[in-house]
Structure formats: C-alpha cells, structure tokens
C-alpha cells in the first residue's frame, strides 16, 4: 500500500435514530479501506440533526452550505425524529444541501442479492438489477404554494409543481448516458393521462434527448401501471427516469421488492463535478429502532461505495461491494430485516474481515487521477 498525495475530504453528518448507527458504521470501514487503500481521506463530522434543532431552532448552522463546499463529497446517516415535523427536516438540511450544491440527479440502484429473499415468487433467484434516476431538484417538491383561510370551512392548500426544460433535459441526459453503459433501456414514468400540463412537457422533452440517442430503446409508462409492473416483474427494467416525487415513491417500492429498504442506496450527484455530491441510505432514522442494535448498515455502506466510486476511488469501492456481498450471504452477518441473525456491529465487523482478508480484489494504492 502507497499512501495517497491526494486528500479525498468527507463531511459526515450521522444525523438521528439509525442513522448515528449506521453512520458509525461507515466510519469504521472508510478507516479500514484507507489503512488499505491509501486514500486519503479526512473525515470531519457534524453535529446537525433534529436534536441540534430543538437547541439551536435550525438543523444546520447559517453558514452550514459554506461549510460542506470545502469538502468533496458528503455522507448522511438519516435525519428525523418525533418532535420535529418531517418538513421541517427535510428543508431544514436535505433539501436545501441537494439545492445549493445543484446536485440535479438522485440516483438509486437496485439489485437482489444472494441469500436475500424479497416477498415476490421466486425470491432470491429473481436476478433484479435496475437503476432508478430521480430528478432532485425541481417538480413536485417546491416551494410555490401556501395555505389560505387557515381555521376557516374555506381553508385550502395550494401545491405547486416546477417542471422546467433544463431541469428534465439534464435528468433525462444522464438517464440516457447511464443506459448506455447498462443494457441501453431507459423507461421515463409519466402520468400525461392526469396532469394535463407538467407531465406532456416532461413527455416531449425526454423524447427530444432520446431522439439523440438511436442506440438506447426509450419506453413510457404511467407511474400507476409502472409500479405495477416494478411489483410484477422488476427483471425486466434497466434505467428509469422520474419527477422527483414519482422517483422517489418507485425506488422505495423497488427496495421492497428486492428484500428491504435496509439496504437501499442513493446518491444526490452534481454530475459536473462544482459541487460535492451527497451520499446517503433510502431508509429513515427509524426512532422504533434506535439503539437496539438492529439497523441494517448495507444502506450506508452502499452509499459509501457510489461515494469512493465518484471520488476516483473504483477499486476500493469494489472491492466494498463484494465484502456487502459477501456478508448478506450468510444468515450469521445479515441483520433481522433480511433474515438474519447479526447486529450493526456484527455487520460491519464482517465487512471489515472481508476487506482485510480479500480473495479477488487489488489492495494497491487508489491514487488514481490525484
């Protein structure tokens, strides 16, 4: 092992519930891969989670967003807890981080693994491998709207939706760029059928940048049939693209299908590579949980290998990869959610022995593109 001349700095934000857990987790096996690896990492944490909120009134300081820009990517345990209403959460640090750092896709792959059966026939032979692409920044989650005649029989609630040509055309690029790298399927969710204005525009454009690429097969199906078909037979789909509320509805489903939502990653990329992107698991701070022991880590330790994979670190995030396959193998190193018996920290003690013990992968210096 050669020690890196590049610094790869990590803000870690454990955040609340599990997601302190986990959070330790990821810790402990990003040590591990640079004692191995020689990558370089500076891992920093923070504070900001809904228990800063009840002492501060905000969940990340005012100068939090200049804070984060001076690292190259960022890892979230989970945020949320009994107390502070989910909104106040969500646009307290998720949102406003995914916004500010322009990061425009929400990426969240989904695969069976072996050993893990998920509730569909077949279980764990149904070979499940897709990639959901969520546009992240813009659509049904705005902030155009308000309450009015508050107390009043009247009363009303205005939600509106943003849908712009920038924003669908680079989700749409990247859904189409990703597929061709994949097996060249790319299914856009819609629901043009229902709403009459958002979802024609998001039509017309993602058929507008597929147009461009004569080599990837573009189909367009309705969120309510597509989640249908994700339940019925999720083998047959390769990259989806979808408005931020429908992208995030399907890749919750979809990792439910595959077994648990323990083990769902995501990546909120700035795929220009001006901001850092943000890496965090699907699944929430699960308060019912907390402490116990049993919070799944795959979700995190996934999401720490998108993050090495977009920090120029591909064999350490690899070689994670098969150490996270090789533990969901076996009932002795899966947590109680995909019919195990482990713990957190027997989960993540196995990872680590994996690392440390590899079979198949290379344990030279990732010093790749310093």
């Known amino acids: 092992m050669v020690a890196s001349s590049r610094r790869r700095r990590v803000a870690l934000i454990p955040g609340d519930g599990i997601g302190v857990e986990v959070a330790e987790s990821a810790r402990a096996v990003l040590a591990t891969l640079d004692r191995l690896h020689g990558l370089g990492l500076e891992v920093e944490e923070f504070d900001w989670s809904c228990e800063r909120y009840h002492t501060h009134g905000t969940l990340m300081p005012d100068d939090g967003l200049v804070t984060l820009a001076a690292h190259d990517a960022v890892l979230l345990g989970a945020v949320g807890w009994p107390g502070v209403p989910d909104h106040v959460s969500l646009w307290g640090l998720l949102i406003p981080i995914r916004r500010a750092f322009q990061q425009y896709v929400n990426l969240r792959p989904v695969r069976s693994f072996e050993g893990v059966s998920g509730p569909l026939a077949g279980g764990a032979s149904r070979r499940i491998d897709l990639v959901i692409v969520r546009e992240n920044t813009e659509g049904e989650y705005s902030e155009v709207g308000g309450r009015f005649g508050r107390g009043t029989e009247q009363e009303m609630a205005v939600q509106e939706a943003v849908f712009t040509r920038r924003g669908i055309s680079r989700v749409a690029d990247y859904a189409l760029e990703l597929a061709g790298t994949r097996r060249g399927q790319v299914t856009s969710a819609t629901k043009s059928n229902g709403l009459i204005h958002s979802m ?48 995030d509805i399907l890749s919750d489903l979809a990792a439910g299908v595959t077994g ?10 700035d795929p220009t590579g001006r901001h850092p992107s943000m890496f965090e698991p699907v699944h929430g701070s699960a308060p019912d949980i907390a402490g116990q022991g049993l919070a799944n880590p795959v ?25 996270i396959e090789s533990t969901l193998a076996k009932p002795s190193t899966r947590t109680p959610d995909v019919q195990g018996t482990a713990t957190t920290n027997g989960v993540t003690k196995a990872v680590i022995t994996t690392l440390e013990n590899p079979t198949s992968h290379d344990r030279d210096s990732e010093e790749e593109h310093a």
């Not at 648990?260 to 990329?269: C, D, F």
């Not at 979700?299 to 150490?323: F, K, R, Y």
Request: aromatic share 6%.
């Open 200 to 247: 024609p525009f998001w039509d017309e454009v993602v058929q507008e940048r597929a147009s461009e690429c004569p080599d990837i097969t573009l189909a367009s199906e309705h969120i309510d049939a597509l989640a249908a078909k994700l339940v019925l037979r999720p083998e047959q789909y390769d990259v989806i693209v979808a408005s931020n509320l429908f992208g």
């Open 260 to 269: 648990s939502i323990g083990i769902a990653p995501s990546a909120n990329l």
């Open 299 to 323: 979700g995190m330790l996934w999401s720490v290998s998108l993050m090495l994979s977009q920090l120029d670190a591909p064999q350490s995030a690899a070689a994670l990869m098969e150490a």
